[in-house]
T-cell receptor, first 115, second 114 residues
Framework: AQSVTQLGSHVSVSEGALVLLRCNYS??????LFWYVQYPNQGLQLLLK??????LVKGINGFEAEFKKSETSFHLTKPSAHMSDAAEYFC?????????????FGKGTLLTVNP | KAGVTQTPRYLIKTRGQQVTLSCSPI?????VSWYQQTPGQGLQFLFE???????NKGNFPGRFSGRQFSNSRSEMNVSTLELGDSALYLC?????????????FGEGSRLTVL
């Protein structure tokens, strides 16, 4: 079974400050990892994903995440927050092999950006 | 290229009724998944279809069902609605069942059960 834990249901930062959203996963097989963003009244949009290869992954809107196997973590960062980054962020995991292709999501982290 | 389209976007039903939600995937995508999103439970997997066959199913009661048509469009049905079924229902499509599993989501159908 797989699970995802997002530390902090709500993170508040000032505009221009570093954004750090934490995600830890549990998986018995090598996982694929994803970060999605959801703006109010919209669906989920993929920010970035880790499958294989380079552990530092760059995504859209200046976000990046680093896969750390030893720490079972996949934290999302952005050097400088912008007001438009205010949204809910979801970390997700799925197994890299087998026949189960469903995504398991974390509970989400609501990011607030203060002017 | 059009994205994933879900209809209706909003609907209100009463307990005991049934509802059908529709999803049109991105052109060329053959896999369609459905998720339920609620404030309390977050995003929960309902089921996944590929080439008209249900390949995976989440832990939901039999009142929740779905199907996929030959053109990859999908519908999900909830019968005998309960108050707890109020949620945002998200449909997602992907190019194939294999691969990295990147999902493209629609904007969802928001169901309110009174």
């Amino acid at each position: 079974a797989q699970s995802v834990t997002q530390l902090g249901s709500h993170v508040s930062v000032s505009e221009g400050a570093l954004v750090l959203l934490r995600c830890n996963y549990s998986s018995s097989v090598p996982p694929y990892l994803f970060w999605y963003v959801q703006y109010p009244n919209q669906g989920l949009q993929l920010l970035l994903k880790y499958t294989t290869g380079a552990t530092l992954v760059k995504g859209i809107n200046g976000f990046e995440a680093e896969f750390k196997k030893s720490e079972t973590s996949f934290h999302l960062t952005k050097p400088s927050a912008h007001m438009s980054d205010a949204a809910e962020y979801f970390c997700a995991v799925r197994p890299s092999g087998g026949s189960n292709y469903k995504l398991t999501f974390g509970k989400g982290t609501l990011l607030t950006v203060n002017p | 290229k059009a994205g994933v389209t879900q209809t209706p976007r909003y609907l209100i039903k009463t307990r005991g009724q049934q509802v059908t939600l529709s999803c049109s995937p991105i052109s060329g995508h053959r896999s369609v998944s459905w998720y339920q999103q609620t404030p309390g439970q977050g995003l929960q997997f309902l089921f996944e279809y590929f080439s008209e066959t249900q390949r995976n199913k989440g832990n939901f009661p039999g009142r929740f069902s779905g199907r996929q048509f030959s053109n990859s469009r999908s519908e999900m049905n909830v019968s005998t609605l309960e108050l707890g079924d109020s949620a945002l229902y998200l449909c997602a499509s992907s190019l194939s069942q294999a691969g990295t599993g990147e999902l493209f989501f629609g904007e969802g159908s928001r169901l309110t059960v009174l």
